[in-house]
Nanobody, 115 residues
Framework: QVQLVESGGGLVQPGGSLRLSCAAS????????MGWYRQAPGKQRELVAG???????NYADSVKGRFTISRHNAKNTVYLQMNSLKTEDTAVYYC?????????WGQGTQVTVSS
């Protein structure tokens, strides 16, 4: 059974930081491309950051220079370090695993940026 479990969300003030984690089980984690997506109320889900199985990364323009995606294959975990958070970063953040035609989603973790 495949599981992706996100953690680390919460309430933070503008300018603050959070670190999200996504722990995977039931897949050969190291061969999967991993991504963080987010969905704000009334908006479509969007890609925030991705990291390939070889470690190449890509980011949405809106988070470049503020967010960093990384992975630890021995721990089957992908991370999203979020700095200089803005109110517009408020959303449910989802982890996704992709390999060929297989893809899996986590249940999401809420991030709220508010003073």
């Amino acid at each position: 059974q495949v599981q992706l479990v996100e953690s680390g969300g919460g309430l933070v003030q503008p300018g603050g930081s959070l670190r999200l984690s996504c722990a995977a089980s039931g897949i050969a984690f190291s061969i999967y491309n991993m991504g963080w997506y987010r969905q704000a109320p009334g908006k479509q889900r969007e890609l925030v950051a991705g990291i390939t199985s070889s470690g190449s990364t890509n980011y949405a323009d809106s988070v470049k220079g503020r967010f960093t995606i990384s992975r630890h294959n021995a721990k089957n975990t992908v991370y999203l370090q979020m700095n200089s958070l803005k109110t517009e970063d408020t959303a449910v953040y989802y982890c996704k695993a992709d390999w060929l035609t297989r893809n899996y989603w986590g249940q999401g973790t809420q991030v709220t940026v508010s003073s």
